[in-house]
């Protein structure tokens, strides 16, 4: 790569444990012209504590559009420009797959620097990463939405990892009772934080726990309705 040449880079931050970083994306973090953040709260967080000094944009889902062709155009003009997310790998259930999308339509270097996930630190310490697996995300709004992903995955053989919010984790957990009955669920809370919770157990008393508790953190479920 030309070191002149524009270039975007999907830059991977801690998923919550601010040593979780590598070496490399502090020094591309620090190189470039500007930052775009999903949070700029939290990316500020992250380059005051290694003393990075860059501006930072807002990028996410409401203005991503908006903002596509100033980005692309900075780009084309030799700027060397950094997305990342709230946290962990920028366009895995996150904004930027359409920045991605449009820089590869005009040719446009994108560069990927690897590091945390959350998706793969789950399936690290599964036990079960081994199997094929299917990787969800978070369920859409719509009842719609959501039906029609069970319905595709209901004679899925293999592991089917989801993203959940602490407001919806429950309501998924029950569903996904009501379509595969008591299946044994994988269920990570709050991985590389001081909370930071595994629970394998089967669903019922998984949500058996639930009920007693405040739901709080963000959440990687996987389940594999063969694994008993």
Do not use: C, Q
């Not at 998923?15 to 970083?21: A, C, S, T, V």
């Not at 366009?91 to 990927?112: Q, T, Y």
Request: glycine share 6%; net charge positive.
């Amino acid at each position: 790569m030309d070191i002149r040449e524009g270039v975007l880079y999907i830059v991977a931050t801690p998923i919550g444990n601010l040593k979780d970083i590598t070496i490399r994306a502090i020094e591309i973090l620090r190189e470039v012209d500007y930052i775009l953040a999903e949070d700029t709260r939290t990316a500020l967080k992250l380059t005051n504590h290694y003393n990075i000094s860059k501006h930072i944009e807002s990028y996410f889902v409401g203005n991503e559009i908006k903002k596509l062709n100033k980005v692309l155009n900075d780009i084309e003009n030799g700027k060397k420009i950094a997305l990342i997310s709230e946290n962990g790998t920028p366009a895995i259930s996150d904004p930027g797959n359409k920045l991605v999308l449009e820089a590869h339509k005009r040719g446009l270097p994108v560069s990927p620097i690897p590091g945390p996930s959350a998706l793969t630190a789950a399936l690290s310490v599964s036990g079960i990463a081994n199997y094929i697996s299917t990787f969800i995300g978070f369920l859409p709004r719509s009842n719609k939405g959501i039906n029609k992903i069970f319905k595709k995955i209901h004679n899925y053989d293999g592991n089917i990892i989801f993203y959940e919010s602490p407001y919806r984790v429950k309501k998924l957990l029950e569903r996904i009772r009501s379509e595969f009955g008591n299946v044994k669920i994988f269920l990570f809370k709050e991985l590389t934080k001081y909370f930071e919770t595994i629970i394998i157990d089967n669903i019922d008393n998984v949500l058996n726990n639930f009920a007693d508790n405040k739901l709080k953190g963000e959440y990687v479920i996987i389940f594999n309705k063969d694994i008993k």
